[in-house]
Each structure stands twice: as C-alpha cells, then as structure tokens.
C-alpha cells in the first residue's frame, strides 16, 4: 500500500497519573491551535486514568486530520516504568523514545531512545510536578512540532498563576535538554513538519 | 356524602365511561374521591396533570377531567419528576399500583421520595397485579393465594407506609375504599402539601384477590378491610403500634425544603433564573 | 484534502463537550441522566450549563428514569435531552417508543461502546446502530444521526433538536467512545441567551396528535397523553390500532420527503469517477477517507460515501451508487449492521464487502485500503479466469 506525506507528526506523552501527563497534553494541543495547526488530542480516560497508567495522544498536522487516533507514535515521552513497558511498542518505525533518565539503567540504550534527567532537572527546580512541563520543551525542542512562543503562551493561559514562573522556567529547561540530544538526522527529518 | 352540594362530573371524562375495571372493583371510589378532591379545591383542570403508569390504577387519568399522562409500567413518577420541574407550577398527581409503584417502579418511588419534589402520589394497593389476571405482587400479603403463588405466598409483604417514610416522603398516609370520607380528605391534604406526598390506599380486587382468598364480594371485602384497619386515628399510636403493616391515617407530615424549591435557589445561586413560565 | 490554515479563535473542545454546547445553542433547557462512560461528559457539561441559565440538570436514579423525564418534560414544555451509552441505552428503548407513540420531540445521545454488556466501556463501538432503529418494540419512525469529528457533534446535535420539533419525534445522535472524548479546535458561536419554547394556540377540539402541533400541558387546553394506540384526540383505541399505524406512516413519509433530511443524508467524496466506494459513517468515516486517499495514490479510483443519516436509510444514493461503482466496501465496528439494509438497497446490483471490527480497535485507514485492495483484485482474478 502506498504511504502519504500528511506533513503530521503523531505525539504520545505517557506516565504515571499526578505527573500531569493530561495538561502537558492540553498545552501542546492549544499550543498548536495557537500556532494556526490542527491538532486531534485525545487523552486516556475511566478507570486506567486513575489506576497509574496516564497518557496523551496527539496528533498535530499542516492539513486536515482524517484518522485521528494515535497508534503508532513518531515521539514517545515516557516519564514513568509502566508508560515505558506498556506503550514502547507502539513507537513508530522511525519514531523517537524521550525517556525519563532513570529508566535508562533498566531499559537499555538504544538508537530509538534518548534519555533526559527530566526528574532531577524538576527536583532542583523545587517540584518533581514540573517534570511534564521539562518534558513538553524537551519534545518539542526535539520535534520542532510547534513553537517556543505558543507553547509558551499555552502555558500561561493553564497553569495557575502562583506557579507560572517556575513553569515557563521549566519550559526553557527542557528546550535546554532537548536541544543538547538533538541527534542530527532527527532534527533534519522533522525541521519542517510543522512549521 | 362527599357529594353533598357539588358536582364533580366535572372533574369526570365522562365521555370514555364506563372504565375498564371489573364490577366492585376499589378503584372507582379512588376516582370519585379524586375528582371530590379537584372539585372542592376548584383546580383549574388545564393546570392539573394526572399521571398513570401501567396497569388497574394507571388507568385512573383518563377518567378525571384534567391534563393526563398515561405512561410507561412502572415510570409514572419518573415522568411526573421531569414534567414537574419542566414547569413546577402545574399540579402532578400521579396514581400508580402497589406493582407498579414498589416492584417495577420501586427505584422510582424511593428516589422521588428522597427528593421531595412536590408530587401527590397516590398508590392503589390491592395486593395483588390485576390488570394482567391476578399475580402475586409486592405488597401481597404474606400466605395469600394469587394465580403465581396458589399454594400460599411465601415472600414477605412490603409496607408503603415504612418504605415511603425510610425514602423521605414528608407526607404519608393510609386510608381505604371503605373510607370513602377519608379519601378525598387526604387526597386535599396531600395536594396541599408542598412536598413528596403518598397517600396508599387500600383497594379491593375482588375478581383475583377476592375469588382466590375466599374473601366473597366487593362488600364483603369492604368489611374485611375495616376489620383489617382498626380505625385507631395514628397519632394516639406509639411507633411499636405504628410499624403494623395496616394502620391507618395520617403517619407524617412535615415541611422539608422541597426540591423544585431547592433547585430554583440552586439556580438563584449560579445567577440562573428557573421556572415559573 | 484541502489544508486550511487555522484561525486563531479556534479552541480546543472535547466532542462530548460540543455536543452539550450544540444543544445549549438549540436551546436546550432540561436535561436528565444518569453517568456511564463513556458519556459523561456530557451530563458533567450540561450540570455546568443549565443551572445559570435556568434550566433543568437533573440525575436521576437510572437511564430509565432518565428518558421517562426527558418525556415528561418535553410535556411539560422543555426542550429535553438526555445522553447515555450502550448499556443505558438499551435501558431506554421502551420509554423511547413511548416517546414515538407520543410523538414526543426530544433528543437521545448515544456515545456508543464496545458490547454486549458492559463489554469495553472506553473503547470505539458501532455497534448500536441496528439497536437504535429496531430497538424498542413495535414499528416507528426514527431518525438516527451520526457525527465524524467535534464540529459534527455540535452541529449534528442542533440539528437533530430541530429535526425533533420539526417531525415531533425522539431523535438519536449516534456518536461513540473516541468521537466523544477527541480535542478538536473548533470555532464555535457563544451560546444563545436563555428562552422559553413558544407553542401555537389549539382549542379544546383541535386534534392533538397525528399532524397536529406539539402543544404541552399547561400551554393549552386539556390534554391526554397515552403510550396506548390512540387517535387525533389522544384517547385511546384499544381495538384497533388504525390512527397511530398512519401517524407512524405519515411520519416516516414526512422524514423521508424533507429536503432538509435529503440534503444531509449523506457526504460524497471522490465518488464522481470512482469504481470502488466505500460506505462509512461516525469514526470510521475519517478512516474510510485517508483510506480513500491511499487507494487512489495506489492507482484505485475509490471515494467515500459518508453517511451523516444513518436511520432512515438512503436507499435512493445507494441505489445510484451501485449503478456507477464496481464494489461497495463498508468497513464498521461491529460484526456487520449497515451492510444489512445497504444490501438491501443496491439489491445484488454490485459487489458488497463488510470489514467488521468489534473488539475496541479502530478500523485504521490501512486496514480498509488494504481489504479494499485485495477484493479489487480477486473480483479481476475472478473475472479474467
């Protein structure tokens, strides 16, 4: 069967429940509203949502979206062991794994995987809840799917206004992150996506 | 008589007479005691909905002379509880069997209880399903003979009165067809009453209850119904002597925030404006 | 396709949350149900929305009850609905008829899930749609329609509030677990402000059902409503059932004629030269398309024909289109429904194939492209052997 160029890139954010897998899911969802895209969000619900397993899928496109579920996913963040285990498969044949540092010793090195401190990078920062936000910059640093400024802007129109310095700092501190993974042929193969 | 000096044909749909109810059958003295009831308190019929669920007593709205829904087995009151808030100012009654009110309905009555939305609920109990040829029901009582308990039935009898009043009903009584003053009296009383009223009345079926039991004609039945209720008014009753199954009376009537109420406030609340067309 | 760039005053809503704003744009006043995944959210949204405006949230004990005071408020005046999913919808089914003897506007929201029972409440189904036109007991019209993204759900729900007042019927708006529970930026117009149905004046005798106009209780003279055979005047016929055959009749007919109803029965995309269609509806339309876009980058000629109405059947497209195609492909999730009446209609005139998927999955749009292909190719193996 013949493939399309969709120009669309297939994003699966997946942890555990409290890490705020769901919001980081609504911000990359409204950033790309914002930058103009179309976007299908669709977020896990009933009984799995509460029980650990949380997940996001996006789909984020230059053109209208016809099937709009996520099966095979080109960008995978992972912030937790059984989003890890439970969604690695579902990774596309050239897709890109952005895991939680500390899985790394477990889960093995891989050329699909790239591991980034998204915890200790949050810990520092004061909270281990701005591992989503960290994880949001370091995905899109690394897939270029929508810009700084939107994703920015998405920030600040959801979360709550106490934490919203801390959040935008996380913001710039997983672009930081990603930036320093950006293996080449990644950023080349996505660097027009969807702009 | 009830009556003495007015005339309650015009509270009757005279035209769909005679009813479908077998010869000595209760249900007639509900419907004069209703209609008694509209015509003493001169309702304006267009402002009045009687509500019937399925079987003998649901029947009831097509012989009184106001707003009728016949409905579905069993729902009547869910569907009174959805006209009721729709437009709070009308008038819902809503007459349901001792089947279709506690077996089928059952999770209706106690939820519409619990709510005390003001609708008058008025429960036919003749112990047993009529319209469908003499079944045992719930409110049957316990060793009795019905076409699906011939040997005697052995399933414990439901007490209106306790479930309506455990549900939350704030106005409960009891009366029966041998009561013929009574009914229209706690008929008004429950009209009145802002809030979830039931008033169950005794009813004798003498086609299937009365043939299978033994218990002769419809006159005969009428004394055994006021043999069976010994006429002590409840409030000289302490609780012990309340909880037999067939006392009659007036069991509670108190004033709780009723629901179409509480909702209008609910509304006022969020800067709604509910009701009241 | 034809990207469009997106305005910036889009928002992103959930489809369930579309459907409770299309209703409060149809003027929806009165709501009851009772929660089930997956359609929730649309119970959660209309306790949200109506109490401000003056309207009625209820949550009543069961779907039962639920349906049986959509009814009783329609009487009462209200523009009602309720929302539920399978299980709950099969709760309704006898008080749905109810509401078609009773010729009682009001709009039921299936967000269906994988069956029987309670089966996979948070997966895909279409597994409804055979349930929605058959399953109350009886005959009646019905009008059961569909939505394929979350600007469908919001207008699909306006219309089917207006095609319930219009026909004076129950009207169904099938969509399912993904379609409900998928972000789409929308643009959508702010809702209305608050307002009270108007009803025409009746006298005492004019009739009250069959072509007469809805009135309610209270808004006219004295009125009886029965779930029994009736006539004109709402009492009932016990002996004979003729007034409501017709009004049954009648109003099927009146469905069936409206140019409203004709006009939205159906989407045609790429079907003017195509030899293969394939015949889809809700999610698995959006599947059926890119497929479609992938037949044809693979030198099939193949197009789509989404369909937005699913009960009554469009057996007038589907009999033109069986005269212009070689094979009708109809990919569902469920073991094979709409294929029924499709056969049906096209009447052994051209090559039907169903691909049925019923265990939650989603019909992906490589999978129809490929089952398309491969039946494309045995009917040439067949025909050059």
């Given at each position: 069967m013949a493939t399309i160029e969709r120009d669309q890139v297939r994003i699966r954010l997946a942890g555990r429940g409290s890490q705020g897998i769901m919001l980081g899911g609504t911000i990359l969802a409204e950033a790309a509203v914002i930058d103009g895209l179309m976007v299908a969000e669709i977020q896990e619900f009933g009984p799995e949502a509460r029980l650990g397993a949380a997940k996001a899928d996006l789909i984020i496109s230059k053109g209208q979206i016809a099937f709009p579920v996520v099966h095979q996913a080109d960008f995978l963040l992972c912030l937790s062991r059984p989003a890890y285990v439970r969604y690695s498969t579902t990774l596309s044949m050239n897709g890109l794994m952005i895991a939680e540092e500390t899985l790394r010793e477990e889960m093995g090195d891989s050329f699909r995987v790239t591991y980034i401190p998204f915890r200790a990078a949050a810990l520092e920062l004061g909270k281990e809840l701005y591992s989503n936000i960290i994880g949001l910059g370091a995905l899109a640093a690394l897939s270029n799917a929508v810009t700084k400024e939107s994703l920015q802007n998405a920030v600040r129109a959801r979360v709550e206004t106490e934490t919203l310095t801390e959040n935008l700092a996380a913001l710039d501190i997983g672009y930081e992150l990603g930036y320093k993974q950006v293996p080449q042929q990644i950023g080349s193969r996505w660097a027009n996506a969807a702009r | 008589m009830p009556k003495l000096g007015l005339n309650i044909d015009k509270y009757l749909r005279t035209q769909v007479l005679p009813t479908v109810w077998c010869p000595g059958c209760g249900n007639g003295n509900i419907v004069e005691g209703l209609a008694t009831a509209f015509s003493r308190m001169e309702v304006d019929p267009t402002r009045v909905v009687v509500v019937g669920g399925i079987g003998c007593s649901g029947r009831t709205p097509f012989y009184v002379q106001t707003n009728a829904m016949h409905t579905t087995h069993g729902r009547a009151l869910a569907y009174a509880t959805g006209l009721k808030m729709a437009q709070p100012d009308l008038t819902v009654v809503v007459t349901a069997g001792d089947g279709d009110a506690l077996a089928i309905g059952g999770n209706h009555f106690i939820h519409a209880a619990r709510r005390n939305i003001d609708l008058t609920v008025l429960l036919y109990n003749n112990g047993i399903y009529g319209m469908t040829g003499g079944q045992r029901g719930p409110t049957t009582p316990f060793g009795s003979r019905t076409t699906t308990s011939?040997?005697?039935?052995i399933e414990r009898t439901f007490d209106t009165v306790e479930i309506a009043m455990a549900a939350g009903a704030t106005y409960v009584a009891r009366t029966t067809t041998f009561d013929m003053q009574e009914i229209p009296l706690r008929i008004q009383e429950a009209m009145a009453h802002p809030g979830f009223a039931v008033v169950e009345i005794l009813t004798q079926c003498p086609t299937y209850y009365g043939s299978l039991n033994q218990l002769g004609d419809a006159s005969d039945m009428l004394i055994w119904q006021r043999d069976l209720t010994d006429g002590v008014p409840v409030k000289m009753l302490n609780r012990e002597e309340l909880l037999g199954p067939l006392r009659t009376g007036v069991f509670r009537n108190e004033k709780v925030t009723e629901f179409t109420q509480a909702y209008s406030d609910l509304c006022s609340q969020v800067g709604g404006n509910y009701g009241h067309n | 396709m034809n990207p469009e760039p997106n305005k910036n005053n889009q928002k992103l809503v959930m489809g369930n949350e579309a459907v409770a704003m299309g209703a409060i744009a149809a003027g929806c006043d009165f709501f009851a149900g009772y929660p089930i995944t997956p359609a929730t959210e649309i119970l959660e949204e209309m306790s949200k929305m109506l109490p401000p405006r003056g309207g009625v949230f209820l949550q009543m004990e069961d779907e039962l009850s639920a349906i049986a005071a959509v009814i009783g408020a329609a009487w009462g005046g209200s523009i009602s609905m309720t929302a539920t999913s399978g299980p709950g919808f099969s709760l309704m089914q006898e008080n749905l008829g109810y509401a078609s003897i009773t010729q009682t506007p009001c709009v039921v929201v299936d967000c269906q899930r994988g069956g029987p029972s309670t089966g996979l409440p948070k997966l895909a189904s279409q597994g409804d749609v055979m349930q929605a036109r058959f399953g109350s007991h009886g005959d009646r019209p019905t009008l059961v329609i569909t939505a394929s993204s979350v600007n469908d759900c919001y207008e699909s729900t306006v219309f089917a509030f207006k095609m319930s007042q219009k026909h004076r019927m129950p009207v169904i708006l099938l969509i399912d677990g993904v379609i409900g529970h998928i972000r789409e930026p929308v643009e959508l117009p702010p809702a209305p402000p608050p307002r009270k149905a108007t009803f025409p004046k009746i006298d005492a005798d004019s009739p009250r059902f069959g072509d007469a106009p809805f009135v309610p209780f209270g808004h006219g003279p004295v009125t009886v409503v029965t779930g029994l055979a009736h006539q004109s005047n709402g009492l009932a016929e016990t002996q004979k059932g003729s007034h409501t055959e017709q009004m049954i009749r009648t109003t099927i007919e009146n469905i069936c004629r409206d140019p409203e109803i004709i006009d939205s029965w159906a989407l045609k995309y790429q079907l003017d030269d195509a030899d293969v269609a394939i015949v889809a509806y809700g999610i698995t339309a959006r599947s059926a398309r890119e497929a479609a876009d992938l037949l044809r980058a693979d030198g099939i000629k193949a197009g789509l024909l989404d369909l937005k109405i699913l009960w009554p059947f469009p057996n007038e497209i589907l009999r033109e289109l069986a005269g212009k195609v070689a094979a009708i492909i109809v990919p569902e999730l469920n073991l094979g429904q709409m294929v029924l009446p499709l056969k049906a209609a096209v009447g052994g005139r051209v090559v039907v194939h169903s691909l049925n998927r019923a265990d939650g999955t989603l019909l992906t749009p490589n999978d129809i492209a490929e089952f398309a292909a491969k039946q494309l190719n045995s009917i040439e193996e067949r025909t050059h052997a």
């Open positions: - | 011939l040997a005697g039935n | -």
